[in-house]
């Protein structure tokens, strides 16, 4: 693994801590879905993890909720605690466990009750101030990469023990 070193505007992923960092975030997110806009905000929350693009979590008066039902099953992380899932459903499409929230964070991530994630691959689009992003290598993170941050990302093939 050889870190991209940041140009200017950029954050490198390698800079980021660990533990992880929750900061307040006022880019302007959006997310599209079944070709309706599911979510629009400038109040987002970002987590900053050694080698993760930052994950965005929204607020949910900023989401139209319904069109998230909860999914079953759920995952833990220990940070942020228990993680529970929703499948987002727009009239005939479905994207199953496509976002999660944590309903009793942590007292250090205290400030994401109330708030969500969405992956970016099943969305139609997922926008940071009118730039698409990428989703994060791999099936189980839930980052998003744009131009102003470089990796290399956790998540892809041979990445599993960073």
């Excluded at 997310?31 to 693009?53: C, K, M, N, Y």
């Excluded at 970016?120 to 102003?148: E, H, K, N």
């Amino acid at each position: 693994m050889k870190r991209i070193e940041p140009g200017p505007g950029q954050e490198s992923v390698w800079d980021y801590p660990r533990p992880p960092r929750l900061e307040k975030s006022g880019r302007h997110i959006q997310v599209a879905f079944g070709g309706i806009e599911i979510a629009d905000t400038r109040a987002a929350l970002r987590v900053l993890e050694t080698s993760h693009p930052p994950v965005y979590y929204l607020p949910f008066r900023d989401v139209r909720m319904e069109f998230f039902e909860q999914a079953g099953g759920g995952s833990y992380c220990e940070w942020k605690g228990g993680a529970e899932y929703f499948t987002i459903a727009v009239a005939d499409r479905k994207a199953e466990k496509a976002a999660w929230h944590y309903p009793r964070p942590t007292r250090a991530f205290a400030e994401l009750k109330d708030h969500l994630a969405i992956y970016a691959g099943p969305m139609d689009a997922c926008l940071i101030d009118g730039q698409r992003v990428q989703p994060q290598p791999g099936g189980f993170y839930g980052g998003w990469i744009t131009s102003d941050v470089v990796g290399p990302f956790k998540g892809g093939p041979g990445t599993r023990g960073w």
